[in-house]
């Protein structure tokens, strides 16, 4: 195909080729690994489109015991605490004593604010 109507690929940020090994298993350049954010023991998706191109994602496995905090509302509390103190906000503590008694005044709906 040529011409204004071809259909143009994106340019890739980077490629890797790989070797398939005995039974059809393969080893993910580490950048690839790193780009999908995954590590060994997670998952990896291959969606076929009808297109030919096939997407990859990574899914990071999570033990069930530390399934609690993966909820919507921790995630969206830890995403609003890296932004604040990433714009320079929170509060330096000179020792763990002093950030206990910090947070002993805190009240309960402080603490908890969204964490449920």
Avoid: C, N
């Avoid at 905090?69 to 000179?94: C, M, N, S, Y």
């Amino acid at each position: 195909m040529s011409g204004p109507r071809a259909k143009r690929e994106p340019q890739p940020r980077f490629s890797a080729r790989v070797r398939v090994r005995p039974k059809a298993q393969l080893t993910l350049p580490e950048e690839i690994r790193h780009t999908l954010g995954v590590g060994e023991g997670d998952d990896v998706e291959f969606t076929v489109h009808t297109d030919g191109t096939i997407t990859v994602r990574g899914y990071v496995s999570i033990p069930s015991d530390q399934m609690w905090f993966f909820t919507r509302a921790r995630l969206a509390a830890k995403q609003q605490a890296d932004e604040e103190i990433a714009a320079g906000g929170g509060k330096v503590h000179p020792s763990a004593k002093a950030m206990f008694a910090h947070l002993g005044t805190l009240g309960a709906s402080d603490s908890d604010a969204g964490l449920a």
